[in-house]
């Protein structure tokens, strides 16, 4: 029984000391990562500063490239830091549109209404949503809305007549595409728009 109680003790010594060997690696792993992290932090900092560019203007080059998740981290934080700023909302909600994270784009969608209620642009980009996912019935309420607000722009009339002839609502789709027109009327795209849709209507 001596025997055996030593046998245990020993191996009861061996384990403490093989976990208190271990426990400074960890934690030499976890400083060593640690500090890699500030360092890719710092580095991303010098190479904006080298750049001359910003934060926002950073992540609108990533979104550009279609490098989508960069920039949408960069958004975030930017959220992070002033979450009352409605653009930062309306350029995520583009990005994850770009991903197809058709739910994360409708919340970050609204968030910027909700700040900025009347923005045209940011319902005209909602109906975008709706319109890439097939849902052209809220995507026309969302283009006319932002159509009512200013109905200066061509392409939110062009938007609007898309929606409407998937709709298959020829006759608004034409009448949209020649409101486009009067804005733009050297648009060959539009002119190309409004034949098909007259051509359903024959």
């Known amino acids: ?29 976890v400083k060593k990562l640690s500090y890699e992290a500030r360092q890719m ?3 991303d900092e010098t190479e904006d500063d080298d750049k001359g560019e910003d934060h926002v203007a950073k992540a609108d080059r990533l979104a550009g490239a279609g490098e ?9 934080k930017l959220i992070t830091k002033d979450p009352q700023d409605a653009s930062l909302y309306n350029k995520l ?30 319902y005209n980009n909602r109906g975008l949503l709706f319109y ?32 409407y002839f998937m709709c298959k609502k020829y006759r608004k789709a034409a009448d949209a595409y020649e409101k486009a027109l009067i804005l733009e009327p ?9 034949a ?5 209507l024959k």
């Open 1 to 29: 029984m001596a025997m055996l109680e030593l046998v245990i003790f020993i191996a009861t010594m061996v384990l403490l000391i093989m976990i208190v060997r271990k426990l400074p690696l960890e934690k030499e792993v």
């Open 41 to 43: 932090e710092k580095s």
């Open 68 to 76: 989508y998740k960069k920039a949408e981290r960069i958004y975030l």
């Open 93 to 122: 909600a583009l990005v994850y549109l770009g991903e197809k994270e058709y739910k994360d784009a409708a919340n970050a969608i609204d968030q910027a209404l909700q700040l900025e209620p009347d923005n045209d642009t940011f």
């Open 132 to 163: 890439q996912q097939g849902d052209y019935d809220e995507a026309v309420e969302s283009y006319e809305k932002s159509i009512d607000i200013n109905n200066k722009v061509a392409s939110r009339f062009m938007n609007l007549g898309l929606a």
């Open 186 to 194: 050297h648009s060959d795209e539009y002119k190309r728009l409004l």
């Open 196 to 200: 098909e849709a007259e051509a359903k």
